[in-house]
């Protein structure tokens, strides 16, 4: 029998037509109550009939600007399709993410607990690299357009355009609900900071809080080979050109042609192109 709020549902998008979707948090309210629903019916065929009441249902749009996740990474973000806020994949073993990469955009350090996955570079190149268990070799490897590789369910991996333009990937999983790690931010952040400086050589407490404070969210800026590369520069750091521009400076007030009033400032860098 379907349920009440299975039949409201079906009412939106009979009256509304199947072309509007229910948005923001109405949309997202009626996303869990199918959820809900297809989590407790047993049958493969009752998923189906609470699933074929819209044809909405079926249908996952990757750049709806309301799945951008926020806050994001300062390089670009991953858009998931899983039991979470795709229902069709509920029971169905299957998910997807979409990973939208701006130039140097590093997919940072993680793993799936629940599922291996599929990753396929869409317009550019990616460089990745993974290592399963202890013991294991470290793997690493570049991506061309339409190359694609596996990383084992478990398995540390990361991914990093090293072009200049905008580059996308898909990965696909063999669960609905792959869940994702990140190591950077559960080693510093999550875990006892403590327990963590001891493991690190005995560190110090204030030595992991300090690199907990400086972990960015993901999609984050990628190494520093690709920024120069690309005349990218991370917040508060300085460009090859201002530290020539320091140096010269410099060697003009000791020398006496320049003085302190004259000194204009130097560029400190931010997360732009130059």
Known sequence: MLSLRTLVFASLAFT??????PTGNLHKRLVNDLSHDLVDEPTA???????????????FNFVDPNLVPSPKGKDGFVVLATAANFP???GNNVAMGVGFMGPCGLNVPHLHPRSSELLLSLGGSLVFGTIT???GSFITGTLKDH????????????????????????????????????????????????????????IGVKEVEDIA??????????????????GL???GQWTPDAVAKAKRQFDEFMSG??????????PTGGDSKN
């Open 16 to 21: 509304a037509g199947v072309s509007a979707i």
């Open 257 to 266: 042609k320049m003085k302190g009033r004259d000194f204009a400032g130097l």
């Open 45 to 59: 065929l009752g998923r189906f009939k609470l699933l074929n009441q819209s044809i909405n249902n079926f249908i």
């Open 213 to 230: 404070a400086k972990i960015p969210l993901n999609v984050a800026w990628g190494t520093q080979q690709c920024l120069d590369t690309c």
């Open 233 to 235: 520069t991370r917040a």
């Open 88 to 90: 069709a994949t509920i």
């Open 147 to 202: 190359e694609a590789t596996v990383f084992p369910v478990g398995s540390i991996h990361f991914q990093q355009n090293i072009g200049c333009d905008p580059v996308q990937f898909v990965a696909g999983f063999g669960s609905d609900d792959p869940g994702r790690l990140d190591i950077g931010p559960a080693l510093f952040q999550d875990l006892p900071a403590d327990y963590v400086g001891v493991s690190l050589g005995d």
């Open 133 to 135: 268990e202890n013991g």
